[in-house]
């Protein structure tokens, strides 16, 4: 199956900015879903935004505006522009990409990067 490859975590500033990109490669049959998720220490993993071909993104109730989801289902990538910032949004953010092929549906996972927010 395929690979996922985020990239673009790191430390920021509350208030700032960060701009996170995912990859897909290998065998991707075809994609129909992209999102991302984070996960708190100690935590589910949680729903920050998806997108669903011909349909409208949904966003997590903490995003409040603050994040965009962007999907390329033609080049296998997904983006994730936050703002605004804030402490609480620490977390490791992961990629998913929903593919199927014929009847057989699959749930592929990236390995997740690190987003931390502080002074």
């Known amino acids: 199956q395929g690979r996922l490859v985020e990239s673009g975590g790191g430390l920021v500033q509350p208030g700032g900015s960060l701009r996170l990109s995912c990859v897909a490669s290998g065998t991707m049959y075809t994609m129909y879903a992209m999102a991302w998720f984070r996960q708190h220490p100690g935590k589910q993993r949680e729903l920050v935004a998806r997108?669903?071909?011909?349909?409208?993104?949904v966003y997590g109730r903490f995003v409040q505006g603050r994040f965009t989801i962007s999907a390329d289902y033609g080049k296998g990538e997904v983006y994730l522009q936050m703002s605004d910032l804030k402490p609480e949004d620490t977390a490791v953010y992961y990629c998913?990409?929903?593919?199927?092929?014929?009847?057989?549906?699959?749930?592929?996972w990236g390995q997740g990067t690190q987003v931390t927010v502080a002074s």
């Open positions: 997108d669903m071909r011909g349909r409208s993104p």
């Open positions: 998913n990409v929903q593919d199927r092929l014929g009847d057989s549906e699959y749930d592929n």
